[in-house]
């Protein structure tokens, strides 16, 4: 029986590497590219096909799982070896820059589509239905099938926009609590006396402050409506803690 | 059949007053004692005993669900109507202002426990089963009893903690939390998308921007301990936002 499932690379086995093939692998016709051989172990322990050099890149799509540093580097190796009609997309944690990389890097006769899964290792559960994948369109039409593909395969909320709207929304949902969760992480012990809003927090800065060190980077320092809505939001907070209180009895 | 039941008097039918009731109906032998005639109207549409004057306050334990600017007011009207032997206990989301007023309004031969109660008319579920009840002995030794009676009978989390420690633990749990609630409620529309935690995280805003504003005065302008908390953590986020965002390339 002919196998109708798209052909999908993705390259870098790290942690959402995994994360990824583990749940497009039903899907897909998979294969995992990764310059690093422990990586492509790792893979090979897990039965998936691992490619060992760009120049296998024939898949239909090719989807980048590596950090935003790591982009540029990534797609200047890729893109002599891609074929026209390919749909190319990274997963990077914030939107504009990545968009604008591939939109400079990458051969006009590919397909270009900015993603940002709204989940990672800490916060999938066993599937990822619900779960929100938010697809930027920066080049071709194709990404619609791709959209309803991983609507139906794998139940999850497919939220289109611009890489503009996505990190300046971004910024409040990583960036913003990210630097809460490390902020709250920077107090010591956490209280033992909770209500159930607290605690709920808590667990919530907790998933958070569990992210990889490069997550943290890229959700402040790299989106960059971050730094005014941190610091709108300082004021604010210095403004009603200081009203507050220093107004009381 | 005689009613072996404690018998308890709930001062105060508002919010608060009527969920106490609501739950300890069917562990005492409840009377409801409110100088509102609407609250008292409020009681008795709901089958309960209401009691119109405080020298008829003969229960065996006098329950206060009076928010703190109410309480001395409260603790004198009481005082000279309370019978040896009677324990009194306060439901105020801070414990060391109150306990300070029950030790010095309160006459030597009744019975004085500060209680904080961890959850509200927002946060309560069904049954009260796993909620935290934060308990600080004033004066006397049957709060033991008390305490015992509310672990067995409705499946509290019973704390038991000095009034200091327990400001300490909830300038964090509450004060903090109150602050961030309503500064991210400043911040407008809430982002459309949106993580795992970040949900979580936005429900627990959310249940905390629900409660009664004599919450927030209590929680962030009565605890001595919310100020130099607050300006530690803004301090921190202050930082963390700019050593990111700035260093960054």
């Keep these: 029986m002919t196998d109708t499932r798209p052909s999908l690379t993705i390259i870098g086995f790290g942690a959402f590497g995994r994360l990824l093939a583990h749940h497009l692998a039903p899907h897909a016709s998979l294969t995992i590219l990764d310059a690093d051989p422990t990586a492509r172990d790792a893979a090979r322990a897990r039965g998936l096909d691992v490619l060992t050099d760009p120049s296998a890149l024939t898949a239909d799509i090719v989807v980048l799982a590596v950090p935003l540093p790591a982009l540029g580097t990534c797609l200047a190796q890729i893109a002599p070896h891609l074929r026209p009609g390919q749909i190319v997309a990274d997963t990077c944690s914030i939107k504009e820059a990545p968009a604008r ?28 239905r619900g779960q929100q994948l938010v697809l930027c369109p920066v080049r071709g039409k194709r990404w619609r099938r791709l959209g309803a593909l991983l609507r139906r395969g794998l139940g999850l909320q497919v939220i289109v926009t611009t ?34 809003s607290f605690a709920l927090m808590s667990d919530a800065l907790a998933m958070v402050a569990g992210d990889a060190p490069e997550v943290f980077e ?29 107004s009381g009895d």
């Design 218 to 246: 890229a959700v402040t320092r790299q989106n960059p409506h971050v730094l005014p809505l941190a610091r709108d939001f300082t004021q604010k907070l210095k403004a009603l803690g200081e009203t507050a209180l220093t």
């Design 163 to 196: 890489p503009t709207e996505h990190d300046r929304q971004a910024a409040v949902t990583q960036g913003l609590t990210h630097l809460l969760a490390r902020a709250f992480s920077m107090l010591g012990d956490q209280p033992r006396i909770r209500t159930r």
């Design 101 to 128: 990389l591939m939109r400079e890097l990458l051969p006009k006769h590919v397909e270009v589509l900015a993603t940002h899964p709204m989940f990672g290792p800490n916060s999938a559960g066993k599937d990822l």
